[in-house]
């Protein structure tokens, strides 16, 4: 970013100081405005998470890359290889990153860095940087499969465009490039609530846009020294707090395409482009990620042919992966250790959002992750368990909207480090916890691995799930507004049922769940959640007395009871 030429000079002559600069001050920043952006997040789910899963992507970032200046570390121009120090940055977002936020722009700074890695001698850092930031846009769209406006997405581009255009000025600077951006990036922040219903009707601006534009005025502080003024809505709205509730045990499960169809693909570059509109027109949940020839594929959709076909009519597609009912498989990887025990069996890892979870999942005999609302597990801990647990084939269980993103990037990255050794690794993208208790109970190790998955898919996919919470801002919902202290119900991952008491909401939950029959109610107790178990199953031996329960002291905080029926 610095247009000095000095010893640990990128190619570009943009100084790896201010790279390390760029990130510390990120990082102080996002420590500041954490909070803030929490309280703004309503979309996709209102987990209030989204700054700290940021923040906690930009620290893994900063981390890294001191770690690999070492001796350097305070004063990076000393270092003699720049490209080193930024390789680590980008591969130490995307270990740290934590969330569906946290994924996307891990995206943005690895792309970012790989521009400012690459540049060749004689480019003027304005050019650089402007790239840089148009790269980080292609990215973060890339690693969507169903781009939504007036999102951090939104955000990027318009910082990248207007990037862009500062730099076509022969006497433009890196500085003039990013000051451009960052103002770019406040007025389309302010502007989301335009774009996205959602925002409006909670009258705040997007949440992953305004860490966005933190990380952006940032980096024009680095430059300039100037403390840009941050934009959090429109002229003439309201920023409307939102509760800070969360989807986390108990998340979306929509309807969706009979299968999931998977592969690496070698192809061209130019040619991914194609390949993903292609997708778009045969299903949903496209993401196409990858660079350097090799490209991973990932597709939900009803014609397994085409979706192959597709990939053959670019490149050579392999280790495709098919599964029913819209499982997710990842590629095959083998962790690879100095001395490696020989791989065997089958293992499952489980993310747990409470210690009685946890306890569950263990004894059913699968590796536990901690996570939960405010504490998700970054991408690296994911990887870390699947490589360590040292089985052959491993299947891993989410649990958790916002997680599934992390788990298909520790499922790439360990397919980038150990492709070549044969170990099978399946992302079974299960939104709550009770989905996994379901797709767990089913798992059977004898079974050819394929079929194992779809069995443990096809049971979580059918679990009908709930739960009850306690709001604690003021929000719009579907059921209608909420004030603090309103009892809120949960039904399929939306907010549908608004009320004055839990035990309630409770019921009104579970006979929802029930309307379509049934013939298993799992109840699972979470912190504050005293009484209302009993109650719940109370209820069902009195209404349903056909139907069994079972009831399970979970230990998750903020829903105080978790709901299926199978």
């Known amino acids: 970013m610095d247009e000095r030429t000095a010893p640990g000079e990128g190619r570009s002559g943009i100084a790896l100081s201010s790279v390390v600069r760029f990130v510390d001050i990120a990082v102080d920043a996002l420590a500041v405005a954490r909070e803030e952006v929490d309280a703004l997040n309503v979309y996709p789910v209102p987990d209030g998470d989204t700054g700290t899963n940021m923040y906690l992507t930009v620290v893994a970032a900063r981390d ?26 980008a591969r130490g977002a995307l270990l740290g990153a934590r969330g569906n936020s946290g994924v996307i722009l891990s995206e943005m700074l690895g792309a970012a860095a790989r521009r400012i890695a690459a540049a060749d001698p004689g480019e003027r850092n304005a050019v650089v940087m402007s790239e840089a930031l148009q790269e980080a846009s292609t990215a973060s769209y890339a690693a969507v499969g169903e781009p939504v406006e ?29 000051t451009a951006a960052a103002a770019a990036a406040r007025e389309a922040l302010g502007h989301t609530p335009e774009q996205l219903d959602v925002l409006a009707q909670a009258g705040v601006v997007d949440a992953g846009g305004r860490g966005v534009s933190v990380i952006l005025d940032a980096a024009e502080t680095v430059l300039t020294g100037r403390r840009p003024i941050a934009v959090t809505a429109p002229l003439g709205s309201h920023v409307i707090p939102v509760p800070h509730v969360e989807h986390a045990g108990d998340e979306l499960s929509a309807d969706g395409p009979a299968y999931e169809v998977m592969y690496l693909l070698d192809t061209g570059d130019d040619l991914a482009p194609r390949l993903r509109e292609r997708l ?15 490209w991973n594929v990932h597709v939900h959709t009803d014609d397994v042919g085409a979706t192959i076909e597709a990939g053959m009519e670019i490149g050579r597609p392999h280790r495709i992966r098919v599964t029913h009912f819209a499982e997710q498989i990842a590629a095959q990887t083998e962790p690879h250790q100095e001395h490696p025990a020989p791989l065997v069996g089958r293992r499952v890892v489980a993310v747990a959002a409470g210690p ?18 405010g504490r998700r597990p970054s991408t690296g801990e994911l990887l870390e368990a699947i490589t360590a647990c040292g089985a052959r084939e491993v299947v891993v269980l989410p649990n958790d909207e916002p997680t599934i993103r992390a788990a298909l990037a520790a499922a790439s990255t360990a397919e980038a480090d150990h492709g070549a050794h044969g170990l099978r690794v399946a992302v079974i993208p299960t939104h709550t916890q009770v989905q996994g208790l379901a797709a767990v109970a089913v798992h059977e190790p004898g079974r050819a691995f394929d079929q194992d998955v779809t069995e443990m898919t096809a049971t979580a996919r059918h679990v009908r799930h709930g739960a009850v919470t306690i709001a604690a801002r003021q929000a719009m919902t579907m059921a209608g507004p909420c004030e603090p202290g309103d009892a809120l119900g949960v039904i399929a991952g939306d907010f549908a049922v608004v009320g004055d008491e839990l035990g309630a909401v409770a019921l009104i939950v579970l006979a929802h769940l029930l309307a379509a029959g049934g013939e298993l109610v799992t109840i699972v107790s979470g912190v504050d959640g005293e009484g209302l178990a009993e109650r719940a199953t109370a209820w069902v031996e009195e209404f349903h007395p056909h139907v069994d329960v079972v009831v399970y002291d979970g230990g998750q905080e903020r829903y105080p009871l978790l709901m299926s029926v199978e």
């Open 64 to 89: 890294a890359i001191r770690t690999a200046l070492g001796e350097h570390a305070d004063h990076p121009d000393d270092a003699t290889d720049a490209d080193g120090p930024l390789a680590a940055l």
């Open 150 to 178: 007036g999102t951090m997405l939104t955000v990027m581009r318009a910082a990248a465009d207007a990037g862009t255009t500062a730099a076509t000025d022969p006497g433009a600077r890196s500085s003039d490039v990013l």
């Open 280 to 294: 778009g027109e045969l299903g949903d949940s496209v993401v196409v990620v990858g660079r350097d020839g090799l």
């Open 356 to 373: 009685g979870l946890a306890k569950l999942f263990e004894e059913a005999g699968a590796e536990v992750v901690r996570g939960g609302p």
